[in-house]
């Protein structure tokens, strides 16, 4: 079953011949997509209607759409095949609700909670619409969302303080053990006092000094142990090194603190994985056990779990103490919008030496919704990038030569390149499409509310906006499965969501957007760069590499791949080498 998670892919020979788009720019702040309009036909069946202008206007689908609605008073959706028990539930619980119910089988639950989400969602939207009542229990439900112009009305009307409609609900419940009061999670003014004061650390001198100082340095670490294995003839865990690379990247970014996760395993490394693991199976707990607080040191995952946040909160905890001294002991610390400290250019020096009234558990919980939301995110955008390249060597060719390129004989690229590497920035596009991190976004509806084409969301009601479906969905992106960086044309701008009206969310959007995504883009760039400039890359024939899901898209038994030296990369060595 997990390896037909992977089955769906386009295979990389059909890939290559895989039409090209052709559609132009005709906006130059749009991003070429298909213009198709997602029409419901038939509750089991949608089909595609071409739309004549660059923008769709999806409000004349939804019309269409209610019309052609075949509820039944119950709330579900017509069903030809005996409905499952728990579509039952759903059409007792469904009461006056006009939103279609998925005619979800035990089976597909068992699947969802075994972390094949998306492919279970993906087919309900196939037959069911792209809006969707999953029952989930006998009072509890979520509402899919699989189509853009939905997707936007709600992450637009999140935490939005002029249209304060829906909240992060479970998201919030299942990751408070880890991020506290962290504004990754936390809501309402708390929430956006703490985003004000924390964007601003990411500006951009910064994110020039992290491509020079941090980025391509890390990646060139990576590049050393890549090295040691090439020569040894040894196939290696990519999975594994992007994640190891990335919780190097953010601990150094956020804190100056080296995890030295490439080389070394400490309990410190661990206990962010551990306390990573316990967020994403409390999202899937059939039984939920973590909420009776009572019960926690009783069971030996969450004793596990507590103990990890303890020792990552302790660690956090002296590294802002460290840092309160340095800003202290400074004689003038020149604090303005650009402040760098030239020693200490991290996320934790600017907030300290900005002075916000903050206490230190908030600060503490702030640094540390930043580590978990860029750590596992970035690793795995890497992680699918690399084996959707090596699966396309047409598509690697054309990386390597504009890396080659535009970085020529310097060892890792320059903010100046990074923007230059137009071709490399749409395959990490392109690849986030394809595998978003992650793949669902939730919500809570804080009062009653109605979706664009008129179905109503009762207060409480939770809301999962798949973007696994959406960027996935033939009705919104031509030949959806097939990998082509060329469908966001090379002299346009590289996508994001406002520039496809929402087609494109790997980010999110909206209030709660992601504040790292220039961050992400640039890691992950500058890394790709760097390996793919040094190394050939060839998956290990045969493997099973499944996928499966969680707060992102992964691996079920890694990504194994053998590297070899390319003949341009042949000098300058990598660092460490040259010191053996
Ligand atoms: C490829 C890498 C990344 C992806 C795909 C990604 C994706 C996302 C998404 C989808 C959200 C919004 C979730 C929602 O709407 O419920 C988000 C939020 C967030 N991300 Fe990222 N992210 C990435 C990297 C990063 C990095 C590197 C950082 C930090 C430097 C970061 C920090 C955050 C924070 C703090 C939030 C919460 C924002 C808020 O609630 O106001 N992310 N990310």
Redesign the pocket.
């Known amino acids: 079953m997990l390896q037909a998670g992977l089955m769906h892919q386009t295979p990389a020979s059909q890939q290559l011949h895989s039409p090209q788009h052709t559609c132009g720019l005709r906006h130059p702040e749009r991003v070429p997509v298909r213009h198709t309009t997602l029409t419901r036909q038939h509750p089991r069946k949608s089909r595609l209607r071409a739309a004549s202008e660059d923008e769709v206007d999806f409000s004349a689908s939804y019309e269409e759409g209610k019309r052609r609605k075949l509820i039944d008073s119950g709330g579900a959706g017509k069903s030809l095949t005996s409905p499952g028990w728990l579509t039952e539930l759903g059409r007792l619980w469904g009461g006056k609700s006009d939103v279609p119910v998925a005619d979800a089988k035990p089976d597909d639950i068992k699947d969802l909670l075994g972390g094949a989400l998306f492919r279970a969602l993906y087919k309900w939207m196939e037959e069911t619409g792209p809006v969707y009542l999953l029952p989930t229990g006998p009072a509890s439900s979520f509402l899919v969302i699989s189509d853009p112009e939905a997707a936007k009305h709600v ?1 637009r009307a ?1 935490d939005n303080p002029n249209n304060p409609i829906y909240n ?1 609900g479970l ?1 919030a419940e299942v990751s408070k053990f880890l991020f506290g009061e962290g ?2 999670v936390a809501g309402g003014e708390q ?1 956006r006092s703490r ?1 004000k004061a ?1 964007n601003p650390s ?1 500006h951009r001198a910064y994110l020039q000094t992290m491509i020079d100082r941090v980025f391509g340095p890390s990646a060139l670490h990576l590049a050393d142990k890549l090295q040691v294995a090439s020569e040894a003839g040894e196939a290696l865990d990519l999975e594994a090194c992007f994640s190891q690379l990335t919780l190097d990247v ?1 601990g150094k ?1 956020l804190f100056n603190y080296d995890f030295d996760a490439l080389n070394t395993s400490s309990p410190l490394i661990q206990a962010v994985y551990t306390a990573l693991k316990e967020t994403e199976s409390r999202a899937t707990d059939v039984v939920p056990l973590w909420k009776v607080p009572f019960l926690a040191p009783l069971i030996p995952r969450q004793r596990k779990a507590l103990d990890s946040v303890a020792l990552i909160r302790r660690t956090t905890e002296e590294l802002i103490a460290k840092c309160k001294e340095m800003v202290d002991a400074e004689e003038q610390a020149r604090f303005g919008d650009e402040y760098i400290n030239e020693a200490d250019p991290s996320i934790l020096r600017f907030l300290i030496a900005s002075r916000e009234e903050v206490s230190s558990v908030q600060l503490r919980d702030d640094l540390l ?2 580590l978990v ?2 750590h596992e ?2 690793g795995s ?1 890497l992680t699918w990038t690399l084996y959707l390249l090596a699966s396309n060597p047409d598509k690697m060719a054309k990386a390597v030569e504009e890396v080659e390129r535009v970085v020529g004989g310097k060892q890792q690229p320059s903010m100046q390149d990074y923007t230059q590497l137009r071709y490399l920035t749409r395959c990490v596009c392109e690849s ?1 499409r394809l595998y ?3 793949p669902v ?2 919500r809570r509806a804080s009062i009653p509310d109605t979706l664009p084409g008129g179905y109503g969301v009762p207060v409480g009601q939770d809301v999962m906006i798949s973007v696994y479906n959406i960027h996935h969905s033939p009705a919104v992106w031509d030949n959806p499965e097939a990998f082509e960086p060329e469908r966001f044309g090379l002299e346009g701008p590289t996508p994001t969501e406002q520039n496809t009206n929402f087609r494109y969310i ?3 959007g909206g209030p ?6 220039q ?2 883009m640039m ?2 760039v500058v890394s790709l760069a760097v390996v793919v400039k040094k190394f050939d890359f060839s998956l290990v024939p045969d493997q099973d590499i499944g996928m499966t899901t969680g707060a992102t898209i992964h691996t079920t038994n890694g990504l194994y791949m053998k590297m070899q030296q390319r003949q341009s990369a042949a000098s300058p060595q990598p660092a460490a080498i040259l010191a053996r």
């Not at 709660?512 to 995504?517: I, L």
């Open positions: 992450l999140s992060k998201v504004f990754a929430w985003r924390v990411l953010i970014a919704s930043m939301a860029g995110t970035t955008a986030m978003p991190h992650p976004l939730l790997p980010f999110s709660r957007k992601c504040v790292g995504d961050f992400a890691e992950a």
